[in-house]
């Protein structure tokens, strides 16, 4: 079993910088991928920011060149910095992880943070 606890969310102005944190505790599997997800209301929960444990990442377009995804494998631990935040980056931000064992992918959620983005 894995736990995923999040931290970092908040108020911002649109403009305005934060980081979110998300600790992962458990089974790690050697293979496996850490992202970010994100659930605005009355929308599906969309893909934000990926990151494998070997450090490949992919960002959805709407975030590219604003948000940075980033791991510390020692710490279990995977970051997401948001820079230039704008009102439709609010939503409820949820941490993944995926554990992969030849062709098995078990997968986690943490209980989601809040971001708002004040205009």
């Known amino acids: 079993q894995v736990q995923l606890v999040e931290s970092g969310g908040g108020l911002v102005q649109a403009g305005g910088s934060l980081r979110l944190s998300c600790a992962a505790s458990?089974?790690?599997?050697?293979?496996?991928?850490m992202g970010w997800y994100r659930q605005a209301p009355g929308k599906q929960r969309d893909l934000v920011a990926r990151i494998t444990s070997g450090g490949i990442t992919n960002y959805a377009d709407s975030v590219k060149g604003r948000f940075t995804i980033s791991r510390d494998n020692a710490k279990n631990t995977v970051y997401l910095q948001m820079n230039s935040l704008k009102p439709e980056d609010t939503a409820v931000y949820y941490c993944?992880?995926?554990?992969?064992?030849?062709?098995?992918?078990?997968?986690?959620w943490g209980q989601g943070t809040q971001v708002t983005v004040s205009s």
């Open positions: 458990g089974s790690i599997f050697s293979i496996n991928s």
């Open positions: 993944n992880l995926e554990n992969f064992r030849a062709s098995l992918k078990f997968e986690y």
